[in-house]
């Protein structure tokens, strides 16, 4: 695939993808002859799970991190998960800190409802 088609797929700038190249967060794209680069199966799956994690908040930081160990192989495996870990940890406290935020907000919403019911009821009258 070309760097437009990847683009497109996975709704990323194609600078981001150069980006994330650049930087280690996905190997390094195969290139044609003409130079252009050709994602594959297993660039597309590397594509596809760092847009997942930084979706879900995960700093390109920790990324960096992880995608060195996972290069290092077998190893790693326990530092790759706790990394992971970590990460799960603060994002679970995320969704909780959300959670609160979307109640209150509900709460608001509610009481807002509330008084455009009774003053529609007084207008009525």
Avoid: H
């Amino acid at each position: 695939m070309t760097i437009a088609e990847v683009s497109k797929k996975f709704e990323l700038t194609i600078d981001t993808l150069r980006y994330y190249e650049r930087i280690g967060l996905i190997p390094t794209v195969p290139r044609t002859k003409g130079g252009i680069r050709d994602y594959g199966e297993n660039e597309c799956n590397w594509i596809e799970f760092i847009k997942c994690m930084r979706g879900a908040g995960l700093p390109v930081e920790a990324l960096i991190e992880y995608v060195g160990l996972f290069q290092q192989g077998e190893k790693t495996l326990e530092a790759r998960k706790e990394i992971l870990t970590e990460q799960r940890k603060l994002l679970a406290t995320r969704i909780n800190e959300m959670k609160q935020t979307l109640d209150r907000l509900d709460y608001k919403i509610e009481i807002y409802e509330k008084c455009v019911v009774k003053n529609e009821k007084k207008l009525k009258m």
